[in-house]
């Protein structure tokens, strides 16, 4: 009995292994392709700083906020904002933080069109849902193929923080155009040209 219960795990896991690493390799985003959010020269920001390694940007805006950016992803691109306001400004006033939603995205995406693309129904779903839900509350809502996760944390003694996480679906497509150097083999765009060199 032991031995056969031995023979089904091996069989299990010599089937299992070669799905699991197709699904590893289709990985659309690279570590290599992630970028700084934040333009080189946004009159914004002070002290910033981006580590390729790991991904994180870090940035004051003014002498009240920092702000942290993470990137990571696959088939999916996370990007996830923090902005942590100091207690000597933050209020539990919900415009308050809904003005200071609108102030870091737009800032962040200064002179860049990415924002411009969801902005308005970002916010729109932002307000509607931190109005119903209120501070230190998570929420979330789908705008495209784009999901949100947000959450409004406030705490009299030690300020407060926005969180908003953005995940956005990768096409094959949107890596075929942006990506120099992809192999035909991969390509979805050249299967089955036979005039292909």
Known sequence: MKHSLQSLT??????????????????????????????RFNPFFSNHT???KSQLEMARMGDNRLIIITQDGCKRHHTTFNMMVDRKVATDNKDFWISEMR????KVYWETNDYEEFAQDFEANFIR????????????????????????????????????????????????????GISTDEDDGWYGNAKRP
């Open 10 to 39: 091996l069989i299990a896991a010599l089937i299992l292994f070669p799905l699991w690493g197709s699904a590893q390799s289709d990985c659309r985003l690279k570590p290599e392709d992630l970028k700084p959010v934040i333009q």
């Open 50 to 52: 981006w580590d390729a």
């Open 103 to 106: 102030s870091m995205m737009h």
């Open 129 to 180: 849902n931190f109005s119903a839900y209120g501070p230190n509350n998570q929420f979330n809502f789908p705008i495209g193929t784009r999901n949100f996760i947000c959450e409004v944390n406030y705490s009299p003694e030690r300020g407060g923080k926005i969180t908003i996480e953005m995940v956005s679906f990768i096409f094959k497509e949107r890596v075929h155009t942006e990506r120099r």
